[in-house]
C-alpha cells in the first residue's frame, strides 16, 4: 500500500548508490555564519525560550458557570461548629472507578436521607506516587457530573481532614411533595 501511495505522488525508489551519485562531490558546504551560541542555562530561561514558539490564543468569553466552591459562610459555619458534617465515606484505597461508584451512591443516599452537609474523605495522596490522585478527580466528579444532589463543595477545614477530604453541601428535596 506505501508503495503504490508513492506511486500515487510520483515519487521515484532510488537505490543507495543513486543517492550517493546525486550528491555533488566537489561543492564544500555554504559556510554558516558565526552566532553566539546561546543554550539557555536556567529553568526559567528554558521556560521563556519555549513560550516563545508557542502560538498565543486568547478567548475573550467568560466560562459557561463559575466553579462551584462551598460559600465562605458556610464554611465559617462548618470551623465554628455551627454546622457538622452528618455522616462521612472514606475513600482510602479505593480506585478512581470504584471512588466515583461510592461517591454516587452515598450522595444520593444522603440527599435521600435529608442530610445537608457530609464529608468525604479521599485522603492526602502520600501513598500515591504521583500526589493526590482520589481529590483532583473527586472535585472534578462534584464540579461535572454531581450536580443533581450538590450546590456547593469545598475543601474540608483542617478539623474535618484538612486537604484530605472535602465538605460537600447537598441539594435538600422535599418528601411531602408540596409547595411551601
Do not use: C
Not at 39 to 56: C, K, N, V, W, Y
Not at 94 to 107: I, M, S
Amino acid at each position: 500500500m506505501f508503495a503504490q501511495e508513492m506511486e500515487m505522488l510520483r515519487v521515484e525508489k532510488r537505490d543507495a548508490d543513486d543517492v550517493t551519485s546525486m550528491l555533488p562531490e566537489q561543492e564544500s558546504p555554504a559556510p554558516i555564519p558565526a552566532q553566539p551560541a546561546t543554550i539557555p542555562a536556567t529553568d526559567r530561561e528554558l521556560f521563556l525560550a519555549a513560550l516563545g514558539s508557542m502560538d498565543s490564543v486568547f478567548r475573550d468569553e467568560m466560562p459557561s458557570q463559575a466553579e462551584p466552591s462551598a460559600a465562605p459562610r458556610r464554611m465559617r459555619q462548618l470551623r465554628q461548629g455551627k454546622l457538622l458534617p452528618e455522616a462521612q465515606l472514606d475513600l482510602h484505597g479505593a480506585t478512581r472507578d470504584e471512588a466515583r461508584q461510592k461517591v454516587r451512591f452515598f450522595l444520593e443516599d444522603s440527599v435521600f436521607q435529608g442530610r445537608k452537609t457530609v464529608l468525604v474523605i479521599t485522603g492526602r495522596g502520600k501513598g500515591s506516587p504521583g500526589g493526590p490522585v482520589l481529590r483532583a478527580d473527586m472535585e472534578k466528579y462534584l464540579r461535572y457530573e454531581a450536580k443533581a444532589w450538590v450546590v456547593e463543595w469545598g475543601r474540608a477545614p483542617a478539623r474535618y481532614g484538612g486537604e484530605g477530604a472535602l465538605v460537600v453541601f447537598l441539594r435538600q428535596t422535599r418528601k411531602d411533595g408540596g409547595a411551601g
